[in-house]
């Protein structure tokens, strides 16, 4: 007979839904003997509960699972996306408005690179966004030092491989001249590291700015850098196809676009 999975979630998950902290990090805090359920310290992340189990960390109930939200960020150029950096450098949390709840990244935009930066306070809507068979065509405007024909695009829309590493075909249309550089507008599905720039560089051509002007359904409009805005909970809902929550006491309304910090 097979086995059957114990009813409810595991608690780094639970704990991530009640704004503790990521999933890694609260497995860290299961280790370090910080939660307890039921009135009893935990060792292992290995536990399904229920909302029928009493969760403290730090001898603290949690709080009720937020509903799923999204932002929308402009990120502006300068800032790592990470919650940390060992170089001291600013983090796109340092932007962030004073009064957002606790976010994740879905993906990373790296240092030099700009635009539309997607933001959620759910685990499982940060992996289901990140994963490219989700198949949502994030799309980038780009300026190139140089020019590149037609032929060397149809390498991009066909796929190129670079160092070993095979990217998948891109979406690459010339926009225009600029003098010595060029803008492109190209639309990819994966996402790896890097990808664009190292394509750019196969080809003999150098990226001089990389700005993201849409994921998916989610576009940068007129946000500008450093500005947030929250996507409606009907849209969220209907674009991943989430059930409608019950109402939470307390529960707050999606914010209007806000202006980064000074």
């Known amino acids: 007979m097979a086995d059957q999975t114990p009813p409810g979630d595991r608690i780094a998950k639970v704990l991530s839904r009640a704004g503790i902290a990521s999933r890694r990090e609260a497995e860290r805090m299961v280790a370090g003997g910080r ?13 399904n509960v229920t909302d029928k189990d009493r969760i403290t ?11 799923p939200r999204l932002w929308l960020f402009h ?13 001291g450098r600013k983090t796109i949390f340092d932007a962030l408005p004073d009064d957002m709840p606790r976010v994740m990244t879905v993906g990373r935009l790296d240092l030099n690179s700009e635009g539309l ?7 499982g809507i940060k992996r289901r966004l990140e994963l490219p068979s ?10 190139i030092h140089g020019a590149l024909s037609e032929a060397k695009l149809d390498e991009l829309r066909k796929g190129i491989t670079v160092d ?9 249309a010339f926009d225009r001249q600029q003098g010595a550089n060029a803008w492109l507008t190209i639309g990819l599905r994966e996402g ?4 664009i720039r190292r394509a750019m560089e196969a080809l003999g051509t150098t990226v001089n700015r990389l700005i993201r002007v849409s994921y998916g359904p989610f576009q940068l409009g007129t946000l500008k850098p450093g500005e947030v805005i929250e996507v409606r909970p009907s849209v969220l809902r209907d ?3 989430l059930e409608k929550p019950k109402p939470a006491p307390g529960q707050r309304t999606p914010h209007r676009a806000r202006k980064p910090r000074r």
């Open 35 to 47: 939660v307890a359920v039921n009135g009893k310290v935990i060792d292992s992340p290995a536990l």
């Open 57 to 67: 960390v730090d001898g603290k109930p949690i709080a009720a699972p937020e509903p």
């Open 75 to 87: 990120k502006p150029q300068g800032l790592v996306t990470t919650a940390k950096d060992e170089q």
């Open 117 to 123: 930066l997607l933001l959620t306070n759910d685990g």
């Open 134 to 143: 989700t198949g949502w065509l994030r799309k980038y405007r780009v300026r």
């Open 164 to 172: 070993g590493t095979a990217y998948q075909p891109m979406q690459a």
């Open 192 to 195: 790896k590291n890097r990808e």
């Open 239 to 241: 674009q991943l196809g």
